[in-house]
């Protein structure tokens, strides 16, 4: 994969990493899913800052509320979905709160998305070419001779031959068709890219190459991104912290290395003992009893406690257990983590 000089000097020229500041701040973020069986709160209360130049990963089994996160984030949500509560702020501004005029001109801009299914994203009636010079055009005062050469430019910086920009989708790879969708998310420079599940419908080996095209992408134009996937392995390799959430709700953030490490949710240390890794001793792998739950009626108390072993009987089925910090960066909501509630156990048990 190629970047052009110049197009490295632009990003550099735009980009001042400050590491202090949130580029994106979500708050009780709250998703409901109205359906005839009734209402499904698929997020609840969910909060998580993303900083520039990070790549911040979201995990967790299906259905727990991960990819309808990223959808809200990038307001695509459509009904039966509806954002029910919280913000979401990109630089202060509450993209939540933003009429439909300013999420034109926001998104792409500033935050970009790329979604599982190419195929699904890109138009089968137009070329890879026209689409990426639309984006171009629609945000950019470019004529189609300039924005031409940059669809080739950008082609070229996924790792495309430019030659195929008056190819039709389905001329194209799995793989090349995600990456015509990635070079759109990388057209207008933006600060931030959300990648739901951006290489699940893809080979072990492609999918190897594009995420280590998007780091290298990412370390010369300086994005941050809001990374979505099932593949826990995958996401401690690609992200710098990971949130792990169960049945709508985040239950743990950390640094990738130290969630990997010293899980301290008891969900994320068996998710964590159920995919197999690269590193250390060989181990058994361990799936996690039961499913989750229907969120149309959540459990009371812990969402996790009918499938938690460690269970404090009459406080996890009642009480709810809030996020903790216990880290400097590490954050887990777990009624053992707190130590009033663990004598409470030891007391009672
Ligand atoms: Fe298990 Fe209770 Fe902790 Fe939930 S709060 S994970 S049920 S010990």
Request: contains cysteine; hydrophobic residues 40%.
């Amino acid at each position: 994969m190629s970047v052009s000089a110049q197009s490295l000097k632009q990003a550099d020229a735009n980009r001042t990493p400050d590491t202090s500041k949130p580029l994106l701040e979500v708050r009780n973020l709250e998703v409901e899913y109205w359906t005839r069986r009734g209402v499904v709160r698929a997020v609840d209360g969910v909060s998580f800052d993303i900083r520039p130049n990070e790549v911040f990963g979201l995990a967790g089994e299906s259905g727990c509320g991960k990819s309808t996160i990223a959808h809200a984030v990038t307001r695509v949500l459509k009904p039966p979905a509806y954002i029910t509560g919280g913000e979401v702020l990109f630089n202060n501004e509450n993209i939540l709160a933003m009429n439909d005029e300013t999420l034109r001109g926001f998104r792409w801009e500033h935050l970009s998305i790329v979604f599982q299914s190419a195929m699904n994203s890109l138009n089968p009636v137009l070329t890879v070419g026209e689409q990426i010079i639309d984006v171009l055009q629609t945000h950019r005062q470019m004529n189609k001779k300039q924005a031409r050469e940059r669809a080739r430019e950008l082609l070229n910086v996924v790792g495309i031959d430019p030659n195929r920009i008056d190819s039709y989708p389905h001329q194209l790879s799995g793989g090349m068709r995600q990456r015509v969708v990635i070079s759109i998310a990388l057209a207008l420079n933006p600060e931030m890219i959300v990648m739901d599940e951006p290489t699940t419908a893809l080979d072990v080996v492609v999918q190897k190459q594009i995420i280590e095209e998007i780091q290298e992408l990412k370390q010369k134009f300086g994005f941050s991104i809001l990374f979505i996937t099932h593949d826990l392995s995958l996401l401690v390799e690609f992200s710098d912290r990971i949130g792990i959430m169960y049945a709508g709700e985040l239950i743990e953030v950390a640094p990738s290395r130290e969630l990997f490490s010293a899980p301290k949710h008891p969900y994320t240390q068996r998710l964590m003992s159920s995919f197999p890794t690269i590193y250390g001793p060989r181990q058994e792998l361990h799936g996690i009893a039961g499913s989750p739950p229907d969120l149309i009626s959540p459990p009371s108390g812990c969402r996790f406690n009918p499938r938690c072993d460690v269970a404090i009987a009459g406080l996890c089925q009642q009480v709810h257990p809030e996020l903790l910090q216990v880290g400097p960066l590490h954050r887990a909501a777990c009624h053992l983590l707190n130590e009033e509630a663990a004598d409470y156990a030891r007391n009672t048990q």
